[in-house]
């Protein structure tokens, strides 16, 4: 890690809370790529390991690593595990015609299909499936109904759908599976991801709280974790799965194949208070700009949705395609972040912020922060100031959704870097501290160099004390910037 250069930094200016995650990919992966799409603001680069090679990957992460120096800014990386995706298998045409009505079969063996039968290498997924269960292809555009189910195939008819081609994905609502979350290829990737030195681990296809046990005992304290919510089954252990994860990503794109469309919305809107009251981050993902893949706006209503969002108090909000593999990785950047930064001005927005805000636990962290939200309120501070070691002080500040932005001051990398997720926080690593005059000096000199506060300005200053013990906020100042 280059040795960061404190005197001469300025953070990227960002006139909104809300943080954007983009999606590298093909469109994306160039230095000058990334930097543009952190200039036009990205907060947080995620890396989609269902696509390219773990030498493609590191090569990303160096990059980052590098922009990181170069602006001297903490940047959140965040691994996507591809997770037990499962896909039927390749058509000799590559792909068929299908009738309402006409049967199919799904196999287990491994020839070219056609279009009366295709494989499915999923032995597991063929027990699973009873007479009568549907079976979801290509994102639901097909939809299959089993009428036999034998020791290695499904008998089933056509409900819905005309064209199949080749390894689309299967998706079978209601039945929990009988797979853990991680695959020999996650395994690998998963290695990979932690030797690079990623922040984030996300996990895809969770359906119990024992998939997040597992991958915790592997990734151990190298990276955070990330519960990605895709399949309904999680829905029913939502609570003791927010309470194994470090933050939650909202991944509508495959909950919205199994749950009927007009579930989507509402469960949305359960996860992001959910996870905000646990004081851990939320990320709301997939098709948020979908049609600006090809074009160079988007659509109302995508706009609507993004505004949505973040009306419900998310942290973050994800790019995947339009990012990763479209025609307008940075105008879709800049829309995002106008759009967020559009509706943190509004007045309605905060009411319901507020109105919405988790009730403190009766702790002292909890009590300090809450009130560290209102005083800098009332008095018009141009920020909160966090010291944090752990990282939990700055996350109790985010909890709070306060008006203001969050100035993370931590010695460790890994803390910064992490929190770059999190509504409203802006990281900075400093040294250690061991006083109150330092601390409070530090804050000033700090808020200066990040461009957040001019001399004269109040700041609200949260820390444990003594300094330096992980998780014990239990002090609150009111500085004026010098």
């Known amino acids: 890690m ?54 493609e990957h590191r090569a990303r992460v160096e990059a980052i690593r590098d922009i990181e120096a170069q602006y001297d800014q903490p940047i959140a990386i965040i691994a996507d595990l591809q997770g037990p995706k499962l896909r039927i298998g390749r058509f000799a045409a590559g792909t068929v015609g299908l009738r309402i009505g006409q049967s199919f079969r799904l196999d287990l063996d491994p020839a070219l299909g056609d279009g009366s039968r295709v494989q499915l290498p999923h032995p597991e997924l063929i027990q699973a499936l009873p007479r009568g269960s549907d079976i979801l292809l290509d994102d639901g555009r097909v939809r299959l109904e089993v009428r036999r189910q034998g020791v290695d195939f499904l008998e089933t008819t056509v409900a819905a759908g005309n064209i199949l081609s080749d390894r689309k994905g299967v998706n079978v609502p209601g039945v929990v599976l009988p797979l853990g979350s991680l695959t020999r290829k996650d395994r690998a990737d998963l290695a990979a991801a932690l030797s690079f030195g990623v922040d984030w681990i996300a ?19 190298k990276a955070a974790l990330i519960v990605k919510l895709e399949k309904p089954q999680a829905l029913e252990h939502l609570d003791a799965l927010i309470d194994l994860a470090d933050g939650v990503m909202v991944a509508r794109g495959d909950l919205g194949v199994e749950l009927p469309p007009e579930e989507v919305p509402v469960v949305q809107r359960r996860i992001v208070a959910a996870v905000r009251k646990a004081g851990k981050p939320v990320i709301v993902a997939t098709q948020m700009l979908e049609s600006m893949i090809s074009a160079p706006t988007p659509t109302r209503a995508e706009a609507s949705d993004i505004a949505t969002a973040v009306y419900e108090g998310t942290d973050a909000v994800m790019l995947s395609a339009e990012t990763a593999a479209g025609a307008y990785p940075t105008e879709a950047v800049e829309i995002m972040s106008r759009i967020s930064a559009r509706v943190e001005r509004d007045p309605a927005y905060r009411r319901t912020i507020d109105a919405d805000a988790p009730l403190p636990d009766s702790n002292f962290g909890d009590a300090i922060t809450t009130a560290a939200s209102q005083v800098a309120q009332t008095i018009g501070a141009v920020a909160i100031a966090t010291f944090t070691t752990s990282g939990s002080t700055t996350l109790r500040a985010s909890r709070e959704r306060p008006a203001m932005p ?13 929190l770059m997720l999190s509504y409203g926080v802006r990281s900075v690593v400093t040294p250690d501290i061991n006083s109150f005059s330092q601390m409070v000096e530090r ?35 009111i500085a004026v910037v010098e």
């Not at 001469?8 to 543009?36: D, H, M, Y």
């Not at 296809?205 to 997040?212: G, K, T």
């Not at 461009?451 to 239990?474: C, E, M, Q, R």
């Open 443 to 477: 804050a000033g000199r700090m808020a200066r160099a990040t461009g957040i506060a001019h001399i004269g300005d109040h700041l609200v200053v949260t820390a444990g004390v003594p300094f330096g013990t992980p998780g014990n906020t239990n002090t609150l100042r």
């Open 406 to 418: 969050i100035l993370c001051l931590t010695a460790r990398f890994e803390t910064a870097r992490r």
């Open 203 to 221: 996990l895809s296809f969770v359906q119990r709280p024992e998939d997040v046990v597992e991958a915790r005992s592997l990734i151990g304290d």
């Open 2 to 55: 280059t040795a960061h250069r404190h005197h001469q930094f300025s953070l990227l200016p960002r006139l909104r809370n809300t943080k954007i995650v983009a999606t590298l990919g093909p469109a994306s992966s160039t230095a000058e790529q990334i930097e543009a799409l952190l200039r036009a603001g990205a907060d947080c680069f995620r890396l989609n390991f269902s696509h390219g090679s773990a030498d």
